[in-house]
């Protein structure tokens, strides 16, 4: 899957060697450590090593003295006692890009898999977010779920939140946060969340179970007021009639005659995965050579035959892009802007569209680790270099509103231009 997000924030504790002096008669110190147990750790030790040194996209490791790594670390795993261990292990893959290889215990994937049974529903005020650490730590409210405690509260869409039951959002407990926001239903979290140009609030919201069906927020297709401009508002979790909901507006606005250019907003799709139509998107609005997602062993070309529907190939097209547009909504809008099909407008993309594998290590614990990732057909690497759009407009997503959004005025305006 794509990776939409980061898999886990985790503090690194640093292995300290300690030295003691003793007298020469006294006894030699026994490691604790079992033979079969230090086995066991060298052979994970190993396993880990391996995957990373023959799968990992990036096999430059990004500077890093990969083959120095082992020779350090293999003396430290024999001995290394319980929780020490698995510290070791988050020390060895540390020092590459925290989105692109995560590890996860024994304990902490059964923890997991209990608490991932039931996807029907979950316990919690029902938004979807992101998890921003610059320019301040904050939880930015992406869509709220219709009849969700986040909506009874007056939580809307570009808030963000600043503090969970008086504690704020810290930088270094990434997505964690989150888990501090849910909780279980009939219980009150106190949330401090700021409303662009309104200012900061308390609000207290009664949690409660969200139903699958509270999940899905349609597209919104329509040609803004006072313009010929079409505008797409991309919703942050994908569904099955996206498709169909977005080719059927898109007939409405050109049988009206008055649409002469379109505007895709993509700055609210975080963390897509595969679900994303990234395919049907790209056949609807390009054609041709569009890159290739490559990997250590293999490349695969991403090659579309365009079909022109009610005029969707030859419309004049802006692509709306920021901070929280990632997975395949970033790679479409790499591919249209690299194909000069479309204009990109907004803030720099993280560059998140690698998509990520998990392996079983011998002593029960998980590495999740980067194995493909995308370039465009010019050889940009998005992984590595995100998406510069062509007309940069520094404005956050919870820094906008509904109604003031300056990224939206400027896409407006090109596309007015654009359009004739």
Not at 204 to 231: C, D, F, N
Request: aromatic share 6%; net charge negative; glycine share 8%.
């Amino acid at each position: 899957m794509v990776k939409s997000q980061k898999l886990f924030s985790v503090l690194l504790l640093p292995l300290f060697l300690l030295g003691c002096s003793r007298a020469q008669d006294a006894k030699p110190i026994t490691p604790s450590v079992s033979p079969d147990i230090a086995g066991l750790q060298v052979r994970t030790l190993e396993a880990l090593w391996n995957k990373i040194n023959d799968s990992y996209v990036y096999d430059d490791f990004h500077g890093l003295d990969w083959g120095g790594v082992l020779e350090t670390y293999e003396p430290l795993a024999a001995t290394a006692e319980g929780e020490a261990f698995d510290d070791l292990l988050r020390e060895v893959v540390a020092p590459l890009p925290e989105e692109s290889v995560a590890f996860q215990t024994r304990q902490e994937r059964i923890e997991q898999a209990v608490t991932a049974t039931d996807t029907s529903t979950y316990e919690g005020i029902g938004a979807f977010v992101s998890v921003l650490a610059e320019p301040e730590p904050r939880v930015v409210i992406l869509s709220v779920m219709p009849g969700s405690p986040a909506e009874a509260a007056g939580i809307q869409a570009h808030d963000s939140i600043l503090a969970v039951d008086g504690e704020p959002v810290r930088a270094d407990e990434g997505n964690d946060v989150i888990l501090r926001v849910r909780g279980p239903a009939a219980t009150d979290v106190v949330l401090q969340v700021r409303t662009p140009l309104a200012g900061t609030r308390d609000v207290t919201v009664t949690r409660g179970r969200v139903e699958r069906s509270q999940l899905v927020t349609p597209i919104k297709v329509e040609v803004l007021p006072g313009t010929k401009v079409g505008y797409v508002a991309f919703p942050p979790s994908t569904y099955e009639a996206i498709m169909q909901d977005l080719v059927t507006g898109l007939q409405l606005a050109f049988n009206e005659g008055s649409m002469t250019s379109l505007i895709l907003d993509l700055r609210a799709v975080h963390a897509s995965d595969t679900d994303w139509p990234l395919g049907s998107m790209l056949t609807l609005f390009a054609n041709g050579d569009l890159g290739q997602f490559y990997s250590r062993a293999e490349q695969n070309p991403l090659t579309v035959e365009g079909q022109n529907v009610f005029g969707s190939q030859v419309i004049p097209l802006t692509v709306l892009v920021g901070e929280n547009t990632t997975g395949f909504a970033e790679v479409f809008a790499a591919a249209v802007q690299d194909a000069g099909r479309a204009t990109v407008v907004g803030a720099q993309t993280p560059g998140s569209v690698e998509i990520m594998e998990s392996f079983f290590l011998p002593n029960g614990s998980q590495l999740f680790l980067t194995t493909t990732t995308y370039r465009t057909a010019t050889g940009r690497d998005v992984g590595l270099l995100g998406v510069e759009p062509d007309v940069l407009v520094a404005a956050t997503w919870d820094s906008v509103s509904a109604e003031v959004d300056v990224v939206r005025e400027t896409a407006v305006n090109l596309a007015s231009n654009n359009g004739g």
